[in-house]
């Protein structure tokens, strides 16, 4: 398989912004683009704060078979911490299909997410000295406040169509190789003024 590109999400976010004039949701999607990358290289604290995130997140979590809610900023945290140290939090989004409003966002693409195989669910039968990409669909509805800030994430699974592929240590991204190509694409958010203006 070839190698993916791990900036491929933020190019097609950005062509997305592009589209866009109404400074709340300009706000909400650059949101979510600095939560994108702060998630999969690994820097949870920079998504729960005050400018990114409600103090109180509620997260509707739907996949492997499971349904799960977490309440507060300690259950969602404790998930962030749960997927680093599975060594999974680099992923790769393809094919990302976006659309928001004022309440907040919805999206569908294909997630491939990195992991070795000691990390793989044990019903997916996965050889643990390889390595591998868990490829699904995944459904997201994100709402967010009137201050742009995310109150929380629902995430559904089509699973009927995820694989895992096993890859070469050469198609592998790294969580190093994820920073550095990564962060310098960070940028700040931007600031509504009281009239909701940029």
């Known amino acids: 398989m070839t190698k993916l590109d791990i900036t491929t999400q933020v190019r097609g976010i950005d062509a997305f912004l592009a589209t866009l004039d109404n400074p709340l949701h300009r706000l909400i999607i650059e949101n979510y683009r600095r939560h994108a990358i702060f998630e999969i290289t690994g820097y949870k604290e920079q998504i729960f704060t005050p400018d990114m995130t409600v103090e109180h997140p509620v997260y509707y979590l739907n996949s492997g078979g499971f349904s799960v809610t977490l309440n507060g900023i300690d259950e969602v945290t404790g998930f962030y911490s749960s997927l680093e140290e599975r060594q999974s939090t680099v992923m790769v989004v393809e094919d990302e299909k976006l659309a928001v409003a004022d309440w907040g966002f919805a999206s569908e693409a294909v997630f491939n997410s990195y992991m070795p195989g000691t990390q793989v669910a044990p019903e997916l039968d996965a050889d ?71």
Do not use: C, N
């Open 128 to 198: 643990p000295d390889k390595l591998y990409i868990h490829r699904q669909v995944l459904a997201m509805i994100w709402p967010y406040d009137e201050r742009g800030r995310m109150i929380g994430e629902h995430v559904f699974e089509h699973r009927d169509g995820a694989e895992l592929i096993e890859i070469s240590p050469g198609d592998y991204i790294t969580l190093e190789e994820a920073r550095e190509k990564l962060l310098p694409l960070q940028r700040p958010l931007p600031v509504l003024d009281a009239s909701g203006r940029r």
